[in-house]
């Protein structure tokens, strides 16, 4: 069978290759893959940042974000079917079996040794066939399975958002206004969950209010604004939440000044940009004053990707071709290599393996 791969920590490794067909364990499923989006992790692990093959492998399978159909069930699988649509998660629990990976809390792991479909010391989902536990299967109906493949980076705009509103349970709050700050998927999910819960969402970005990007904030009742021509110092208010998801550290360095007072900031990039800072001390004591909340966000767990389906649903019924215009290009395996060089007006790029 096909199979996208790498070689940690090589860089520009990515090709197509022929691997076995995997066979299931008892409590095992085989998934026929449908689709895998590509997303900046699997970019990363092309570059040489990060990766890690599963132990005696010289290669690691790519693709965290899929969607597939049963193919083939061990003994004892009882969750699902051959045949079922399904999208599975990505985290199995640690080696020492922590008490958050024994709650099925695998995205709260306290001793970092966890393992990743198609990140770390697990084979992902960019091959013809997959096998992973049954358990860690999310069933999808046939209606949603296009869409289906967004679901989960849609689950980690879910934990982040559910676990923001949970700590503002600390204070009497009536929030109102959301500030989100980046338009990849992450931003444009976290755009479409918060506007489902009836907030009032800006989002602000680097690219033109003519594009792809802003055109979807504006189609589920979003404003969008160019951060080039609205610079973020600029905005002239303050707001009760923000999701920052861009990933640049001086984004994330600005918003905490655009905080509410008892507001809450939730991070859900990564910050690799080197930044120097002479005011941290008055960042920090704005929000020492103003009873202020940051906190980061990373993953998710089976109930996060529940939560995205119910809003993927309700996406799909209030803004019908909102889901479709994520999608920048689709390509099939054996071109799947110009995935990974990303233009700044994309999106997602989907590997379509029944294409």
């Known amino acids: 069978m096909r199979a996208i791969v790498t070689t940690p920590p090589e860089r520009n490794s990515v090709q197509l290759m022929e691997v076995h067909k995997p066979e299931p364990k008892e409590n095992e499923a085989v998934l026929k893959i449908l689709k895998v ?12 940042y990060s990766g890690v093959p599963p132990e005696g492998s010289p290669y690691l399978i790519i693709g965290h974000e899929a969607v597939g159909i049963v193919d083939e069930i061990g003994e004892k699988v009882k969750n699902v079917s051959v045949g079922d649509f399904v999208v599975p998660t990505v985290r199995r629990p640690c080696v020492q079996n922590c008490l958050n990976c024994r709650k099925g809390e695998t995205d709260m792991c306290t001793t970092g040794d966890y393992l990743e479909h198609g990140i770390l ?49 600390r204070v009497v709050w009536k929030p109102e ?103 941290f001390g008055k960042i920090f004591t704005n929000m020492v004053m103003g009873n202020k909340v940051s906190f980061g966000s990373v993953s998710s767990n089976k109930k996060h990707f529940e939560m995205g389906l119910k809003d993927l649903l309700e996406i799909k019924k209030k803004y019908p071709q909102v889901i479709g215009k994520l999608v920048s290009r689709e390509l099939t395996p054996e071109k799947s290599s110009l995935a990974f060089k990303s233009d700044f007006e994309e999106i997602k790029t989907i590997i379509n393996f029944q294409k």
Do not use: W
Not at 37 to 48: H, K, L, S, V
Not at 124 to 147: C, H, M, N, R
Not at 200 to 224: C, F, H, M, P, W
């Open 37 to 48: 989006g590509i997303d900046a992790t699997d970019r990363e692990i092309n570059d040489g």
């Open 177 to 279: 206004d959301v500030l989100v700050i980046g338009a990849g998927p992450l931003g444009l999910l976290a755009t479409m969950v918060l506007r489902l819960k009836g907030f009032n969402v800006l989002n602000v970005s680097r690219n033109r209010v003519e594009s792809t990007k802003a055109q979807i904030v504006r189609d589920v009742g979003g404003e969008y604004l160019d951060e080039r021509e609205n610079p973020l110092s600029t905005l002239g208010k303050k707001f009760d939440i923000i999701v920052e998801a861009s990933g640049a550290a001086s984004a994330a360095l600005e918003c905490c000044e655009l905080l509410k007072s008892n507001g809450a900031l939730c991070f859900l990039g990564l910050y690799r940009e080197i930044q120097e800072c002479d005011d």
């Open 121 to 169: 010391k697990l084979h992902g989902f960019a091959s013809d066939y997959a096998v992973t536990g049954a358990g860690y299967l999310i069933k999808v109906p046939e209606e949603v399975k296009d869409e289906a493949v967004f679901l989960e980076p849609l689950s980690i705009t879910e934990k982040g958002i559910t676990q923001l509103l949970k700590i503002q349970e």
